[in-house]
């Protein structure tokens, strides 16, 4: 329901760093969870990352562990994606998505999703 800004995206070099960010139009919002997506050219979406409303939980896809960090300021009621050592796989589209009514990992379940961001990775 809640328009979430997405920004960030852009173009990197394999090796290099993007950081996403993700807030919501409105001041405050409820969500016990926040993710983000990705989908790249002819593949299904599938979540990169998320984190619970404390920050205290997070969950990340295998092939970022290492590589991709997830963070919030609730304070500023935004969640943040910091991606190093990018490759050309990462080559994607990036969704943010927040509004969740219950933290369960990588099964949560989002009511609110941004309209996405691309992320290219040259080789």
């Known amino acids: 329901q809640v328009q979430l800004a997405e920004s960030g995206g852009g173009l990197a070099q394999s090796g290099g760093s993007l950081r996403l960010s993700c807030a919501p139009s409105e001041r405050t919002v409820r969500t016990y969870g926040t993710g983000w997506f990705r989908q790249g050219p002819g593949k299904e979406r599938e979540l990169v990352a998320a984190?619970?409303?404390?920050?205290?939980?997070?969950y990340y896809l295998d092939s970022v562990k290492g590589r991709f960090t997830i963070s919030r300021d609730n304070a500023k009621n935004s969640v943040f994606l910091q991606m190093d050592d990018l490759k050309p796989e990462d080559t994607a589209v990036y969704y943010c998505?927040?509004?969740?009514?219950?933290?369960?990992?990588?099964?949560?379940?989002?009511?609110?999703w941004g309209q996405g961001t691309q992320v290219t990775v040259s080789s």
């Open positions: 998505a927040s509004g969740a009514t219950t933290w369960d990992g990588p099964t949560t379940t989002y009511r609110t």
């Open positions: 984190i619970d409303w404390t920050g205290a939980r997070t």
